[in-house]
């Protein structure tokens, strides 16, 4: 038996995935034209699969303040900043950071992952409870398998079910952690966060949200989902991504507890790592300028998102809950899903193919995510790419307006 | 085994009915992972309907711990004692 004997399942997945067409683990553009098309297999691609919600990757704002940043600050900081120090611009993007979401303190990290890893873990000690939405990141389920804590799940999007599992507690010592998402990456859905804000006081508990999907796609300031649904100062920590909506890479977690610097001695995913380089500080500071004093880049990103949705949910596909800056295609079962990915990407529109146990409740999905820079034109030639391959597939109908095949039985997802 | 373990074993074996696949037979010896047909997600989906059958909380490293049914069903035992 090898080290490597345990992953033959995985090995066999992949190997199936491959024989059907390609391995959606390891797609390689040739180059990256802007932030809504590549080249993949010498042939020009729409790019529905990226999370570059405001198309803000090639801003040349952006860029000059990243090019102007390398030049000044070098290429790395070449280690962490408890042992080479703090760089002015690092300190500065907190500050923005802070001001941006009107919170007292902000500390950055190197990857989004690292914000959720180093945040959590070290809040929940021994004594403490997690109690999770089902639904969460793996990020957040690495936190907490990370943390001493117990951890608890609770029925994805359900307050009652929260409230329910945080009784069942009564009578046991240490802190009570509320951890959710603002959208959840799979199926776009946003969380009910003014009820769970009302469980969290209810039960005096202390609530964290990831807002990675929805930082600068919801809320009047793009404040996400936090700021759409008035809780703001409900939440105790608001966690989220320089990756997506901010076009680089990096987290953050930002708090109005007077104590959270402290973390920056104890938190060791933030501690024992090398802090963000100076060009990515640069582009960060830029775009999270940009987000603050454009507000049509929100309103672009979720009006594109709602043209996407409206045009697909008509046609008759089984779509997520709501118009959010992720689609998900929900497929009828796995082979479906993988079909209809491959040919998407053969008529040139690449989206992202999620299969369970990466999913929730086992489904199959193709999973879009839609750009401000998204022109009404991409969107229409991705929708009937779409439709079209849905209705070769048999997901739709194959006849233009007729019931879609989905709605004629019942699915087994 | 006492009259309790298997009763719960069979309110597991109740709960699991309509989650698995069809044609997996489940015993006290099943092995929770690999066993059921289950994918991870479905398993930790499947620990949570057992806490609300049970009104008990098992926390995910205790989840990690247990293999069997059978260890599932003395599980849910000690933090039944636990609880009251």
């Known amino acids: 038996m090898s080290l490597f004997s345990k992953f033959d399942d995985m090995r066999a997945n992949i190997d199936l995935l491959v024989a059907s067409g390609r391995n959606p683990f390891d797609m ?3 180059k990256v034209l802007s932030a809504t098309e590549a080249l993949l297999e010498g042939r020009p691609c729409l790019l529905f699969g990226t999370n570059n919600y405001l198309g803000l990757t ?31 611009d690092h300190a500065l993007l907190e500050q923005r950071i802070a001001e941006f979401y009107g919170k007292r303190s902000a500390m950055i990290f190197t990857t989004g992952y690292q914000a959720n890893l180093g945040l959590i873990s070290t809040l929940a000690g021994r004594e ?5 939405d089902a639904d969460s990141h793996a990020s957040i389920y690495d936190a907490c398998k990370l943390s001493a804590a117990q951890v608890i799940r609770f029925r994805h999007n359900d307050p009652e079910d929260l409230a329910h599992r945080l009784r069942r507690l009564k009578g046991h010592p240490g802190s009570r952690i509320i951890v959710t998402e603002g959208i959840f990456s799979m199926l776009g859905d946003s969380a009910p966060l003014r009820e769970i804000a009302a469980v969290k006081r209810e039960m005096g508990a202390t609530l964290i949200v990831d807002e990675a999907h929805s930082l600068g796609t919801r809320g009047k300031n793009g404040r996400g989902v936090c700021e759409d649904a008035g809780i703001e100062s409900d939440v105790d920590f608001v966690v989220g991504t320089f990756s997506k909506s901010l076009g680089a ?6 708090s109005d507890l007077p104590d959270f610097d402290l973390l920056r001695i104890v938190c060791r995913p933030y501690m024992f790592t090398a802090s963000l380089p100076p060009a990515v500080v640069g582009s960060v500071t830029a775009a999270l300028a940009r987000i603050s004093t454009d507000e049509s880049l929100g309103a672009r990103v979720l009006s594109n998102s709602g043209r996407l949705y409206s045009a697909l949910a008509q046609a008759g596909f089984e779509v997520g809950p709501e118009p959010n800056p992720i689609v998900a295609l929900k497929m009828t079962d796995k082979e479906t899903a993988v079909r209809f990915w491959n040919r998407l990407i053969d008529r040139g529109v690449y989206a992202n193919l999620a299969l369970p146990p990466a999913t ?10 839609i750009s401000a820079a998204h022109t009404e034109a991409q969107i229409d030639r991705a929708i009937s790419i779409m439709v079209a391959v849905g209705r070769e597939l048999r997901v739709l109908d194959p006849r233009p307006g007729k019931t879609p095949v989905h709605l004629t039985r019942s699915l087994p997802i | 085994m006492t009259n309790n373990a298997t009763n719960i074993e069979a309110e597991i074996v109740e709960l699991l009915a309509h989650r698995i696949p069809a044609g997996i037979h ?12 289950l994918d991870s997600v479905a398993i930790l989906d ?25 260890e599932l069903s003395s599980a849910i035992e000690a933090l039944k004692r636990a609880a009251n």
């Open chain 1, 58 to 88: 090639f801003d040349a704002t952006c860029i000059e303040a990243t090019v102007r940043a390398v030049h000044e600050g070098g290429t790395g900081t070449t280690g962490s900043r408890i042992a080479n120090g703090t760089y002015c």
């Open chain 1, 128 to 132: 403490d409870h997690l109690l999770v």
């Open chain 1, 360 to 369: 929730p409740s086992s489904l199959s999905l193709i999973r879009c995510s």
């Open chain 2, 26 to 37: 489940v015993s006290a010896q099943t092995q929770i992972v690999g066993g059921l047909g």
């Open chain 1, 249 to 254: 890479i990096g987290g953050f977690a930002v």
């Open chain 2, 46 to 70: 499947f620990i949570m309907d057992v806490e609300d059958r049970f009104d008990i909380s098992i926390p995910l490293d205790r989840v990690a711990e247990v293999q069997t049914i059978a």
């Open chain 1, 28 to 30: 390689r553009f040739e």
